[in-house]
């Protein structure tokens, strides 16, 4: 006599994701050509700096060239994915707890780990993207709580006036501030 089988389950397909495949791949290709310039920065001796063109090959000046598109990708798809996060969250209170939290945790792995690893001390400490980015939280944690017209109005006075702030100065006890949030001397030209 024949007994009745149990159909065995099928297996699961792949599980949904809420992951956007286009940013992952684009901070991949952008963390891909930084570690390029990384490696060629600490590993690799040349008697030129790349962005020297009078004396630099064509491929070294233009694997330096193109790493400059690596910090302000980090940047933009920060702020998309910041985007993308918030559609997905009930209130603005939990996104900008995260924001806060985040950012004060990328500001101190820029000071305690990658200072430090990079060159085995703090004779010199460099802040930076990883520094921008963790601020760059920390202020939008508050930022996210203002009407969306004000932003917009911020946003295009900030693009549109960049040119009117002053130029870049050298940095002293008096400007240390003004260096800190643009990076030179408080109305000077």
């Not at 099928?10 to 992951?19: D, E, K, V």
């Not at 960049?162 to 240390?176: D, K």
């Amino acid at each position: 006599m024949l007994q009745p089988t149990t159909s065995l389950p099928l297996p699961a397909g792949p599980a949904a994701t809420s992951r956007v495949p286009a940013i992952d791949v684009v901070r991949g290709l952008a963390m891909v050509i930084m570690a390029l310039d990384h490696i060629r920065e600490f590993w690799c001796a040349t008697r030129v700096r790349p962005e020297d063109v009078a004396h630099a090959s064509a491929l070294l000046f233009l694997t330096r060239w193109i790493t400059h598109f690596c910090a302000p990708t980090f940047v933009f798809l920060a702020g998309v994915s910041v985007f993308l996060y918030q559609q997905k969250q009930a209130g603005r209170g939990k996104v900008s707890r995260f924001l806060l939290t985040r950012g004060l945790w990328l500001v101190v792995l820029e000071l305690v780990l990658i200072n430090f690893l990079l060159q085995w001390g703090y004779n010199l400490v460099l802040l930076e993207v990883i520094w921008v980015l963790g601020w760059s939280m920390v202020l939008l944690a508050g930022l996210i709580w203002l009407p969306r017209w004000l932003l917009v109005t911020l946003a295009l006075g900030m693009i549109a006036g960049q040119h009117l702030l002053p130029t870049a100065q050298p940095v002293t006890a008096s400007n240390l501030l003004w260096a800190l949030l643009y990076g030179g001397r408080p109305f000077s030209r």
